[in-house]
């Protein structure tokens, strides 16, 4: 059994209170000593407006400490966590609300009508109070995922599930005390408020960034904090590197690890930044905010493993089901399906029993599993385009599409066809030089793709809708399909 992460924490701030825990660059720095000083006042608050076991608590997830201080305090309660973008509509906000019934909500300058989550800041104590019994398998987060579809699924996360993904992380990376770790991610998303645990288990200290549309800052922090790992889900990768070129580079003795994750990128991308950076370990995950990290793959590795998605993490298993639940042999296509011990609970308000296959949880996500244990995703169960009863992955499109030159970035969806159901449409974002047509599109993709896989339309666009994470919400192109075809589905 691992030691659940707020404990682990907890300890670290015990034996070395004087080590830097968090630093927001140009803001304020914050030791150990300090953070377990102020998740005690946040609990002292918390209990006094009657916080208690299992209570929901809505939480702005800003990239602040507050945000830090009233999370962990929470777990230490034995309360859930509701961890929300301080971006997320006053609808959706009003959505999540009502499902939950929260005891208490904290929100940036008090908005939405919830306590300003700034109160946390000015909230000490040397005395954490009672040490109240938290079982491994209570609840801890409730994450609303983003997702394509008009409602988020509440996905419950476990005190076990947590330590569970963190141990694994930090396994396969081998983060240890002496890191030092820029995160620009949001910690509204699962992997963002991942590397902050990770961080945090280890003893070692976070860097905060406001995201990477100013490098210089990120470049700043990494120089004056000699930092010696970055999280980063892989569009805010190809942005930075869209601002900045190959400057990461010059920090290829002093990154230690860069893990990325939460979107694909290509074959020929990943093996870019493995030259940039040569004795940096450069890790990928494959995951769900439900099954956080099942597989890993470090980008310097042959050629060869680049287009799969690595292998199943250290204490994770992954199998490929049929739709009847029938585990399948190496090389043939299913669902893939993950057993772990990070595996969620299941989702608030749902039958978990339909996502689970026994004590594996079923992804959406289809692929198979190489015999060298590799695994290949080739799209997703509800994104699959039915071409005259043959499947097309919109993902294996968008990747061929992406590497023509002109193309900066392409995403596929099925659309109706009155002989064969569906024919692949393909939004494009232009890139440098001349904009194809249809037909030269074709004539390039020949030979690539077979003639089913090959896209009937070609729609240019400004940019692919994206959730916070990077996946992208072909929903929404379907919808504008719709629009243009006068509502046609």
């Known amino acids: 059994m691992h030691q659940l992460v707020y404990k682990r924490i907890l300890e670290n701030a015990a034996k070395t209170p004087n080590r830097t825990a968090l630093v927001r660059p140009g803001e304020e720095e914050l030791s150990y000593g300090q953070l377990m000083q102020h998740i005690a006042g946040a609990k002292k608050h918390l ?56 005891k208490a909500g904290f929100w940036v300058s008090g908005e939405h009508g919830l306590a300003d989550i700034a109160i946390f800041d000015g909230l000490e104590d040397d005395d954490l109070g009672e040490d109240i019994p938290v079982d491994a398998n209570a609840v801890a987060d409730a994450m609303f995922t983003s997702g394509t579809t008009a409602q988020p699924k ?40 991942a590397r902050l645990r990770c961080t945090l288990y280890e003893g070692a200290t976070q860097i905060i960034i ?11 922090a990494m120089d004056e904090y000699k930092a010696t790992g970055v999280g980063m889900v892989a569009p805010a990768w190809m942005v930075l590197k869209r601002l900045s070129g190959d400057f990461i580079s010059r920090y290829c003795e002093q990154l230690r690890y860069f893990e990325l994750g939460s979107a694909p990128m290509t074959a020929e991308d990943k093996a870019h930044l493995a030259a940039l950076l040569p004795k940096t370990r450069i890790c990928m995950h494959y995951g769900l905010t439900e099954a956080s ?8 590795e042959p050629q060869e493993f680049l287009s799969t998605v690595g292998r199943p993490s250290p204490l994770v298993e992954i199998k490929i089901y049929n739709e009847s639940g029938e585990s399948l042999p190496d090389g043939e ?10 595996v969620a609970k299941g989702y608030l308000n749902v039958d978990n029993e339909t996502v689970f296959y026994g004590d594996y949880f079923r992804t959406g996500d289809l692929g198979y599993k190489r015999s060298d244990g590799y695994i290949v995703l080739t799209g997703r169960l509800k994104e699959m385009i039915n071409v005259g009863g043959k499947k097309v992955s919109p993902v294996e499109v968008d990747q061929a599409l992406a590497v023509l030159p002109g193309v900066a970035e392409a995403a ?3 659309v109706p066809d009155p002989m064969l159901s569906e024919v692949v449409a393909a939004f494009i974002v232009a ?5 194809y047509t249809l037909e030269k599109v074709r004539e390039l993709l020949a030979g690539v793709l077979e003639s089913h896989q090959i896209p009937q339309y070609l729609i240019y666009i400004d ?15 379907k919808d504008r399909w719709s629009q243009m075809h006068g509502g046609a589905k």
């Open 412 to 414: 596929c969806v099925g």
């Open 333 to 342: 296509t299913g669902e893939i399906c993950i057993k772990g011990g990070m």
């Open 154 to 193: 509440g996905v419950l996360l476990t005190h076990g599930n947590l330590a569970c993904a963190v141990n694994n992380i930090n396994m396969f990376i081998g983060n240890g005390p002496d890191d030092v770790e820029i995160n620009p991610m949001p910690l509204s998303h699962s992997f963002g408020l």
């Open 47 to 102: 209990f006094k407006v009657g916080v208690r076991s299992s209570d929901y608590i809505v939480l702005a997830a800003s990239r602040s400490f507050s945000f830090v201080y009233g999370y962990l305090a929470v777990h230490a309660l034995g309360a859930v966590a509701v961890p929300l973008d301080p971006q997320t509509p006053a609808e959706r906000l009003k959505y999540i609300r009502g499902v939950l019934s929260p």
């Open 463 to 477: 940019e692919v809708p994206k959730t916070a994470s990077g996946k992208v919400q072909r929903l929404q192109l």
């Open 293 to 300: 990290r099942a597989a890993f793959q470090e980008f310097h």
């Open 210 to 220: 406001d995201g990477v549309m100013r490098p210089k800052e990120i470049f700043k």
């Open 431 to 435: 890139g440098d030089g001349e904009r």
